[in-house]
């Protein structure tokens, strides 16, 4: 697979990453780990589908998601809005280092999620606002042209799965999601055996793309990562999607001639898509 991230780079800068990054209880956890370790799990990171879900993902990600920021939007006072974080909060520890007086919003339909998500970012020193719903609707909570950036962390592939969930009447507001995941992962499985994932999706991805356009200010970017986790190969996602989903919805996108990729150097186009408004 295409690394995610330049090894080197990644391993030289990993213990100053986990010092700035992590809590005190948390870089407690990365120092017990053994100098080798860390370089054994670096390389399986970028390299091959994850996983483990360890301390190093952690610094991993939230100095990714620090650099990538940086990039698009450099200046202070960010306002990025999140789309199917779950109860991930790599994005709201890593704005609280790095962007002081900023805002993080996160449009999460799972009420599970939502609730764990909130539980997470309390004690952080950012201004968060949890918003639950469907994030096709967040022009009813957020304001015209108020966001500077909207991230799909790892959530582009959330999004499709629960569009199709909504076709095929499974619930995914109030079920557990990972008890969910066997259920989806089915679903992409049909769409790919009969040829119809573009089909049954595009229109309603882009619906949605559509309504984040609209709370974006002018300028701001949409920013798209994704990465493979073994155990969806495991539990059968079809490979060569799971490997290929930004390129897949690069395509779709252009459908759209407001959004303009970005190119941000160092950022695997196999893995980011920056869409700027
Ligand atoms: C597994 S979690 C996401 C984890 C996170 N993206 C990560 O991997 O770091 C999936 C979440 O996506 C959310 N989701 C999917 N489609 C959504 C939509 N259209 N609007 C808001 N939330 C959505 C679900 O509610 C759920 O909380």
């Known amino acids: 697979m295409i690394p995610l991230d330049n090894l080197e780079k990644c391993s030289t800068h990993l213990d100053e990453h986990a ?19 860390r370089s054994r799990q670096v390389r399986a990171l970028l390299e091959r589908p994850i996983a483990h879900f360890t301390i190093i993902n952690e610094v991993y990600f939230r100095a990714r998601w620090a650099e990538a920021l940086r990039a698009v939007h450099p200046q202070q006072g960010l306002v990025l809005l999140e789309v199917a974080s779950g109860d991930a909060d790599m ?19 799972n009420q599970k999620l939502t609730a764990s998500l909130r539980t997470k970012t309390r004690a952080i020193p950012v201004d968060v606002a949890v918003i639950e719903g469907d994030a096709v609707a967040v022009g009813r909570h957020l ?4 966001v500077d950036v909207v991230a799909f962390q790892h959530g582009v592939n959330d999004v499709l799965q629960a569009i199709l969930c909504d076709q095929a009447g499974v619930d995914t507001t109030h079920a557990d999601w990972m008890a969910t995941l066997p259920r989806m992962i089915e679903l992409v499985r049909r769409e790919i055996d009969r040829n119809t994932f573009e089909q049954n999706l595009k229109p309603a991805f882009l619906a949605l793309l559509e309504q984040l356009l609209k709370v974006l200010k002018p300028g701001g970017l949409i920013v798209m990562n994704h990465y493979m ?49």
């Not at 010092?19 to 017990?32: D, G, H, I, V, W």
């Not at 304001?143 to 108020?146: K, M, Q, V, Y």
């Open 19 to 37: 010092a700035r990054y992590l809590s005190p209880r948390e870089f407690e956890e990365y120092t017990a780990i053994s100098g080798s370790e």
């Open 91 to 109: 994005i709201p520890q890593m704005m609280a280092r790095d962007f002081p007086h900023s805002r993080y919003l996160a449009a999460n339909t």
């Open 143 to 146: 304001a015209p042209e108020s």
């Open 229 to 277: 986790f073994q155990l969806d190969l495991d539990w059968g996602y079809p490979p060569a999607l799971w490997e290929n989903l930004i390129p897949i919805v690069r395509t779709w996108t252009k459908d759209i001639p407001v959004y303009r990729e970005a190119s941000v150097e160092g950022f695997a186009p196999q893995w980011w898509l920056f869409l700027k408004k």
